[in-house]
């Protein structure tokens, strides 16, 4: 039995990047950190409630609650809690708190970052997962399907990553940025629009550059120097005249992408 995975991805420019899937364990830690969290904000919003309900006269209702209110408090926080889960992964590009502390992240099975209409469809099928019993069928949906999906994820299309910054030799990392280039400097706001698979997909590029054809890695460098030029907002002063300018510019993006993922 495995507790993760690899998948292979094919990008847009022909480059085979591998992806490591959390497996039940990480997603475990980050289920619970998440619990947590919701748990405490849940009881301080509970807690001013009752003062302020009290404050205002109402405390026999507190005191006799109605089924009716006791539902519509289980629903109020039932949308809370669903959409503290959708909010974080979408603003903070596919983890919660807890996803962050586990160092896992969400993201389309194709690489491409989550959206909006995914992130609700898995939140909104996690409550499947209980079914019959406490996580069973989504512990048994990760260990079983081929990507290490739940239920939610193979509605959604979305797929469960581990973090691999962490596991990238400060040395190795100076090898692949050696060119960069003082000249070429990005701010946070435009690396964060980056897709948690990009800094993957410019380290195997820059990694294969030397043994590549030399017109295949030009032409392959041209085009993605253009592609991440129209992500990131970044504007050139001068068109790239050769693939050695435009292989620069990515040694230089992965320099600060790999500077900003440390400090984020």
Known sequence: M?????MRIETPE???VDLELAGLGSRFVAQMIDWLWKFVFTMLLVVVGSITMGLLGDGKMLEHPTTLAAALVVSIIYVLWLGAGIYFEVRWNGQTPGK?????????????PLDAQAACVRNLLAVADFLPAFQLLGAILILMTTNRQRLGDLAAGTIVIRERSAGVSVAFGEELTAD???????TPTQLSALAPTDRAIIRSFLQR?????????????????DNFVRKTGYILTLDFQDGEEARVFLASLLRDLEEYHRHA
């Open 209 to 225: 550059y030397n043994a590549m054809n030399r017109d295949g890695r030009e032409r392959l460098a041209f085009k993605m120097a």
């Open 14 to 16: 022909q480059i085979g």
């Open 2 to 6: 495995r507790f993760s995975d690899e």
């Open 100 to 112: 962050r502390f586990a160092g896992i992240r969400v993201i389309r099975i194709g690489g491409a």
């Open 180 to 186: 960069a280039s003082d000249a070429v400097r990005f």
